[in-house]
């Protein structure tokens, strides 16, 4: 008997506590209320909303993050499910990565070169690594619980995917507050904040969602 096999008797045979999707479904909506709960009540939208919303440069990384979320989200919900081919679900996540590429791109090919370090440096950095981690942390524990409804066959994969997801959602609530609009800025601190998520994501996974 195959190992996939023995696998997908194993979790038929296991009691049911939660429909998988179901149960995903509950968490990103948890998610989402948590995360915006905790932006509005600690951080909020920045001073100049009302001008930023007007720029392309503004609503483009909202592209970014809300793309980065859909795609984490679509891989929970697969890789929750034995046996599930992986490699085209992964292949959206290539989405945020192209966007945010060719995002930046252009705005080296459109600003002078002299102004491409003190874009890309900008003056959030340190509030980009901080808050972003921060309001992971709920979006992070109510994946995690939900996918404990599942059986992963890599556990430490699955939590990294829902540091991933969680991280897209709080990246989106965080890009409302943020005024580096550069897609330089973007493209260098924005992954190095969701790295540090989905690496706790994996930390953890490997633990709570071992079986």
């Known amino acids: ?6 696998i997908n008797l194993l979790v038929q ?15 990103a909506i948890a998610a989402t209320l948590i995360a915006g709960i905790a932006f509005f009540a600690g951080i909020g939208f ?59 791109i252009f705005e ?41 409804s599942s059986a992963p066959e890599r556990p430490g994969l699955a939590g990294a995917i829902a540091g991933l997801a969680a991280a897209g959602v709080a990246a989106t609530f965080y890009a409302a507050n943020c005024d580096d609009d550069s897609p330089l800025f973007v493209l260098l601190w924005y992954p190095m904040a969701i790295g540090l998520v989905t690496s706790f994501g994996w930390l953890v996974g490997r633990r709570v969602l071992r079986w």
């Open 108 to 148: 080296l090919i459109v600003m002078p070169p002299e102004t491409w370090v003190a874009r890309m440096i900008g003056h959030n950095s340190r509030l980009c690594l901080t808050i972003i981690p921060l309001l992971s942390l709920g979006p992070l524990a109510c994946f995690l619980y939900a996918m404990r």
């Open 1 to 6: 008997m195959k190992t996939n096999d023995l």
């Open 46 to 104: 920045r001073p100049d909303i009302d001008t930023a919303i007007q720029t392309g440069r503004f609503l483009f990384k909202f592209v970014i993050t809300i793309a980065l979320a859909v795609s984490g989200c679509k891989l929970l919900f697969c890789i929750g499910r034995p046996g599930v081919p992986l490699r085209w679900t992964a292949l959206t996540l290539l989405v945020p990565v192209t966007l945010a590429i060719g995002a930046a």
């Open 13 to 27: 045979d296991a009691p049911v506590r939660l429909n998988l999707d179901q149960a995903l479904w509950h968490a």
